[in-house]
C-alpha cells in the first residue's frame, strides 16, 4: 500500500531507496460446523470476524492469535491456516498454531505451478498451459 499519494501512480521501487510503502496484512477467523452432500464445509453464517494491521509480521500475528483464541480455536476439532505461502505466514502458523494444516490459496498455488511448468515445458507454452490445467482440474475434481 502506498503510504504517501504522490508516490501512488507510477512508483517504481528504486535499488537502495526506500519503498515508501506499507504492507497490509490481514485475516479473518471463521468457523464450520456442518457439510454438504459432498462432505465439503460449509462456512456458518456471520461467523467471520477480520482483524489486520499495517505493521510487521509479529504484530499482525499477535492480532490473528488473540482473534483465533477469542474464537475458540483451541476447541476447533480441524484447523485450518489459508494463505499465499508467504514465509512469514508459514512461520507464523508454525510458531502460533502448531498441527493446523497450511493450505496456499488457489491463486499462489496456480502461481507455483505455473513456475513449475516453465521448468518442465522450457520453450513450449501450449504444453505449459495443458500441464497446469490438467493439473488444476484434477485437484478440483
Not at 453464517?45 to 494491521?53: I, K, L, M, W
Not at 483465533?68 to 484447523?79: L, P
Request: aromatic fraction near 10%; hydrophobic fraction near 40%.
Amino acid at each position: 500500500m502506498p503510504s504517501r499519494k504522490d508516490y501512488k501512480a507510477g512508483r517504481v521501487k528504486i535499488e537502495g531507496e526506500p519503498a515508501r510503502t506499507r504492507e497490509v496484512k490481514r485475516g479473518c477467523v471463521l468457523t464450520s460446523s456442518s457439510a454438504d452432500e459432498e462432505g465439503d464445509p460449509i462456512r456458518d453464517p456471520h461467523s467471520t470476524t477480520y482483524t489486520g494491521v499495517i505493521g510487521t509480521a509479529e504484530d499482525f500475528a499477535r492480532r490473528i492469535y488473540r482473534e483465533a483464541f477469542q474464537r475458540s480455536w483451541s476447541r476447533a476439532k480441524i484447523k485450518v491456516i489459508l494463505g499465499d505461502d508467504a514465509i512469514w505466514i508459514r512461520n507464523l502458523a508454525a510458531d502460533q498454531f502448531s498441527g493446523a494444516i497450511l493450505i496456499v490459496d488457489f491463486y499462489h498455488a496456480a502461481e507455483h505451478l505455473h513456475k513449475i511448468s516453465r521448468l518442465l515445458f522450457p520453450g513450449d507454452e501450449a504444453a505449459r498451459l495443458r500441464w497446469v490445467s490438467f493439473i488444476l482440474i484434477t485437484a478440483v475434481a
